[in-house]
């Protein structure tokens, strides 16, 4: 059974810093693309960050120089490093599995929801 289970989010001051984390079971989890997406309210969801099989990262413009993805082989979790957290950094943040092939694979976890206010 597939599990991708979010944690570390919550309400954080304009600046501070959140680390999120994503505890993956039940497929491989070195073979797949892993990424984050966050969704605010009234959005569409968008692809924050994402890291490859073959370690290659990614993020999205609104982010870079300020969020660090990254995984632990060992322990089936991938991370998410968020500082100097704006406001419009506010959204509930999903774990994505993605691998690619003859057949597609897609998994998403639960989400966790991060508020960035004073």
């Known amino acids: 059974q597939v599990q991708l289970v979010e944690s570390g989010g919550g309400l954080v001051q304009p600046g501070g810093s959140l680390r999120l984390s994503c505890a993956a079971s039940?497929?491989?989890?070195?073979?797949?693309?892993m990424s984050w997406y966050r969704q605010a309210p009234g959005k569409e969801r968008e692809l924050v960050a994402s890291?490859?099989?073959?370690?290659?990262?990614n993020y999205a413009d609104s982010v870079k120089g300020r969020f660090t993805i990254s995984r632990d082989y060992a322990k089936n979790t991938v991370y998410l490093q968020m500082n100097s957290l704006k406001p419009e950094d506010t959204a509930v943040y999903y774990c994505?599995?993605?691998?690619?092939?003859?057949?597609?694979?897609?998994?998403w976890g639960q989400g966790t929801q991060v508020t960035v206010s004073s």
């Open positions: 039940g497929f491989a989890f070195s073979a797949y693309r």
């Open positions: 994505n599995a993605a691998r690619s092939g003859f057949v597609t694979y897609n998994y």
């Open positions: 890291h490859n099989a073959n370690g290659i990262t």
